[in-house]
């Protein structure tokens, strides 16, 4: 993965989190912010039946979500302080029903461009104690500067 | 559009209704069934602060969740009445903030296939009564026979 | 669609077929620029075999470069005389066999921002004097400035 | 990668080749299947100006068409003998301009299912002796049974 080493800036944990408290959405749902590094981010998501489709199994729009935020942080996380970031597209591919207890979203950045960045994420259920991989996405993140 | 007139299911509206209100998350996040025909749905869904990003506006999660699903009741709507409808993919471009007071999701069959289905979707922000589009996404739905 | 009306660039026509000519691959295909408008354009292939996949018919991959053309043009006839454009991504779906003499991609424009510019094309083949519609597209377009 | 060790038919390389031989639009830029695997190809195209834009670089069209004809390979390479493929949809990013002498694509399949296959594809451009990532894909493909 082509990603600096070093990241822009050195406080950008502070600044994800801070940023992830501020979506009221992820708190709603009950997401968490499991870990981030510079061009990586991971979310989990424990089941609950306000979060399923019509056979119980969470909706597509969560998963969708999930593999969307997972990827904005993935970005953000190497972007300068003064940044923001936004999802230009996402698009998500569901491989398998996601019928099981915790959702795992895990993105990382393919390229870091100066105003553009892509993530590929993976979305894997966790049933019985193992992860099935049940979404891949790909999304472009836009970085705002100054804003 | 080239969706047949004549659905296979004449009870089509109350077994998208049906399904629709299996849908918890729907329920959840306050999302309403507007409208449903064969081949076409809308999704209504009032702002709540529990539905924002960051920034204050509908979470880009939420916005895919209800072009998808919007998508799906357009194509279930066309479906054989022992059918069940999952999505396959979508793919989603955000072209504005979603800052306003209500979302709408429109949805519409492009091709009703054998075993696929393809949809193209709309969503708008509505902000000082007026629609602005704010997203429009692709998705692909598969029809799953007797179950 | 939500395009000026007014072009920056009067001379829109002069730039847009000076850049389609110096694209070699269109000219090894024999496609032909048929139609630009700010925020449209509309691209013709005559069937080869010369461009067919295994079952004879045109392959997916002139389908995505003639959805991905038309898009990139409805997106550059809007674009300051001095801009370049360049395709950040595009999703399509293949919704019939391409199986025709002729290949008709149509793009609009949907938003055209400050940087980025979000495109739909419709790609058509003509068989029996019938435009059937084959294909379905997003795409995403760069607006370069100065260069 | 899920994909099983043990392909369903073992001619599956002569199965591949021969499709691909058909695929005159292959041969018509000059692309050669290097290598396939049951859930895995790799397709090369070397640089011609025949299929440039208008910059001198690959086509964006040739790269999405190599990014999915290696996904289309990839998932045939695990298909029964008497299926065929076909793609129901892709979506690519271009991360980087495909500026040099060598094109690859390389695919492999994430999800092998009853009807649909899903497969991620990389695609480089050699440039000095260098493989840079220029572009990233997902692709649906259809199984036809006995045809």
Redesign the interface.
């Known amino acids: 993965m082509?990603t600096p080493a070093i990241p822009k800036d050195p406080q950008y944990n502070t600044r994800v989190k801070k940023?992830f408290k501020?979506?009221?959405?992820?708190?709603?749902i009950g997401a968490q912010l499991f870990k981030v590094t510079p061009g990586f981010c991971e979310i989990h998501l424990s089941y609950h039946?306000?979060?399923?489709?019509?056979?119980g199994f969470f909706?597509?729009?969560?998963v969708?979500?999930?593999a969307?935020?997972a990827a904005?942080y993935a970005a953000y996380a190497l972007m300068e302080k003064t940044s923001?970031v936004?999802?230009?597209?996402?698009?998500?591919?569901?491989?398998?029903?996601a019928d099981g207890k915790l959702l795992i979203g895990r993105s990382e950045v393919?390229?870091y461009?100066k105003?553009?960045t892509?993530c590929?994420s993976d979305v894997f259920i966790v049933k019985n104690k193992i992860e099935i991989?049940c979404a891949?996405?790909?999304s472009?993140m836009?970085e705002l500067k100054e804003r």
């Open positions: 082509p940023s501020k979506q009221q959405f992820m708190d709603f039946k306000n979060l399923s489709q019509q056979n909706h597509a729009g969560i969708g979500a999930i969307d935020n904005g923001s936004l999802t230009v597209e996402f698009k998500i591919n569901l491989l398998a029903p393919l390229k461009g105003t553009l892509v590929r991989l891949v996405s790909q472009t836009i």
